[in-house]
């Protein structure tokens, strides 16, 4: 009899696990059917394949065949320029519409995602989630957006101008000096990345630690690794064996080392600080390092505080790369047209760049950044989420309103799609620098987004821009340029966020 009551008590149990299973998925299915099929009929979209992932296993193969940027176009081509796709039961909308754009970066509800790869390596943090610039959102975003402001408001400008050009053509005659019967092999993406790391000695970050000025080319040639291998960690399934690899290694003591050496520069930094922090000249000479700590003072992040502060150098760091990416693109295109390589050759030798407001003479210089940055936008994509506690509230998304139901709510959009949207561009494929012949006006508003727009448009766009012209006027001023053996195609790398040169980065320059 107990033997039997056992039985039926096992049996129970699995009827009851398997009812509750079946309860489960019935369960999503129906929510599934409603979400897709009512809640957001008024949205067009690919058909989805398979029931329960959605369209997950399409966008994941497109990245590893490097479609992605291909098959959003496709999309916005066959449904329109905002559609809708499904990551299993999370709605994920997709637009390359300005207006819905400008909706979205313009409402600070939308926040910036917490789990994006750029966030650490393995056990290392790189960024954090706390930063100037990954910070999602909240009151400590706000507080060291207003305060970080003043640094890169264009009117700031003029007093970093000259230690900018002075650092840049300290790293030219550096150049100059390796050139062997006056010709030097050149890595674009490597010199460029390492002149960026040490132009950032002119934000105050030379007050803290050295690494700048002694170690860039550390700096340079370890963030363009770390570039190309963030993203891998969330794309391969053997991650173990992944981090044992030798680049990963290399990435890990790297980051390690980093990390320990801000650190501690960081806190022998403070004592000085301290002693010093009501010297108006003094605060003054600080620059970006400043307004980091009274950032970080006034939100008092307690047992957080040095991490916080080194994470944000370490974003700082890492993004100075998009600079260098940026002007290796640049200079790529250019040296692949000779009419465009003679005008911008001409402007330089017609042009002396002495003070800040000289560089506005630099139209042509600027006209070809400005194509570059459309043409092969250095970062291509972007995404924000919306949090929406069980459809407490009702949200607009430009001409759409998403339905109660939603739980969460994930936009997501593409430069590149945008900038190469006929819609918007007459004959979107071509460099053509003279489309900006009369700068950005008669565009339409947000179809150009290089350095996003609204609330969270980049806090150092006049910088990067300042650092481009100069860094552009001052090789070229000083060196003409060829292409190297075999360097003659131009690929780019174009499977995740930031663009990466595959090949034709490399060139011989001749010292004039």
């Known amino acids: 009899n107990e033997y039997k009551s056992y039985l039926r008590y096992n049996m129970f149990m699995i009827v009851v696990v398997i009812a509750a299973i079946a309860l489960y998925f019935s369960w999503k299915a129906i929510a599934l059917f409603y979400l897709r099929?009512?809640?957001?009929?008024?949205?067009?979209?690919?058909?989805?394949?398979?029931f329960f992932e959605g369209h997950k296993n399409e966008i994941t193969r497109a990245l590893r065949q490097e479609r992605w940027l291909q098959l959003m176009q496709e999309y916005v081509a066959d449904y329109g320029t905002t559609f809708l796709m499904w990551r299993y039961h999370y709605p994920v909308v997709f637009t390359a519409d300005p207006d819905v754009l400008s909706h979205v970066w313009n409402d600070l509800d939308y926040e910036k995602l917490a789990t994006l790869p750029n966030r650490s390596f393995k056990d290392q943090i790189i960024t954090g989630t706390e930063s100037f610039l990954s910070i999602p959102g909240g009151l400590n975003w706000a507080i060291k957006r207003r305060i970080l402001t003043k640094i890169f408001a264009k009117s700031s400008q003029r007093k970093l101008f000259r230690d900018l050009k002075r650092k840049t053509e300290e790293y030219v005659s550096e150049v100059k000096s390796q050139a062997d019967n006056r010709i030097i092999d050149f890595d674009m993406e490597i010199e460029f990345a390492t002149l960026v790391e040490a132009q950032l000695e002119v934000l105050g970050f030379d007050k803290m630690t050295d690494v700048f000025r002694t170690r860039s080319r550390y700096l340079g040639e370890n963030v363009?690794?770390?570039?190309?291998?963030?993203?891998?960690?969330?794309?391969?399934?053997?991650?173990?064996?992944?981090?044992?690899?030798?680049?990963?290694?290399?990435?890990?003591?790297?980051?390690?080392?980093?990390?320990?050496?801000?650190?501690?520069?960081?806190?022998?930094?403070?004592?000085?600080?301290?002693?010093?922090?009501?010297?108006?000249?003094?605060?003054?000479?600080?620059?970006?390092?400043?307004l980091l700590l009274e950032a970080n003072n006034e939100i008092d992040s307690d047992t957080n505080y040095v991490e916080n502060f080194v994470n944000d150098i370490m974003t700082a760091i890492v993004v100075a790369d998009n600079v260098a990416k940026a002007v290796t693109v640049a200079l790529a295109k250019v040296l692949r047209d000779e009419e465009i390589y003679s005008k911008l050759q001409a402007?330089?030798?017609?042009?002396?760049?002495?003070?800040?407001?000289?560089?506005?003479?630099?139209?042509?210089?600027?006209?070809?950044?400005?194509?570059?940055?459309?043409?092969?936008?250095?970062?291509?994509?972007?995404?924000?989420?919306?949090?929406?506690?069980?459809?407490?509230k009702k949200t607009k998304l430009g001409p759409y309103t998403m339905p109660y139901f939603s739980t969460e709510i994930n936009v997501q959009w593409s430069q590149y799609v945008m900038h190469h949207h006929a819609g918007y561009w007459e004959n979107p494929d071509k460099f053509n620098p003279e489309r900006f012949a009369n700068g950005t006006q008669g565009f339409s508003k947000n179809a150009f987004m290089p350095f996003i727009a609204g609330p969270r448009a980049c806090l150092g766009k006049h910088f990067a821009m300042m650092q481009m012209k100069l860094i552009l006027y001052t090789f070229m001023r000083n060196f003409s340029a060829s292409l190297s053996p075999g360097e003659e195609k131009l690929i780019l790398d174009q499977k995740y966020t930031i663009v990466k040169v595959k090949s034709g980065n490399k060139i011989c320059l001749h010292v004039r």
């Open 37 to 50: 099929q009512i809640a957001y009929r008024h949205f067009k979209g690919p058909p989805v394949k398979n």
């Open 347 to 392: 402007e330089v030798d017609n042009t002396t760049i002495d003070t800040y407001d000289d560089l506005a003479s630099l139209r042509y210089t600027e006209m070809v950044i400005l194509e570059t940055m459309r043409w092969s936008p250095i970062l291509q994509r972007g995404a924000r989420k919306l949090s929406n506690s069980f459809g407490t």
């Open 224 to 290: 363009v690794l770390l570039v190309e291998e963030v993203p891998l960690p969330h794309k391969v399934s053997d991650k173990r064996k992944y981090f044992n690899t030798p680049r990963a290694q290399k990435l890990i003591a790297f980051l390690a080392d980093l990390r320990a050496t801000l650190r501690n520069d960081f806190l022998e930094f403070k004592k000085v600080y301290q002693t010093s922090r009501n010297d108006p000249e003094y605060m003054e000479s600080l620059g970006l390092l400043g």
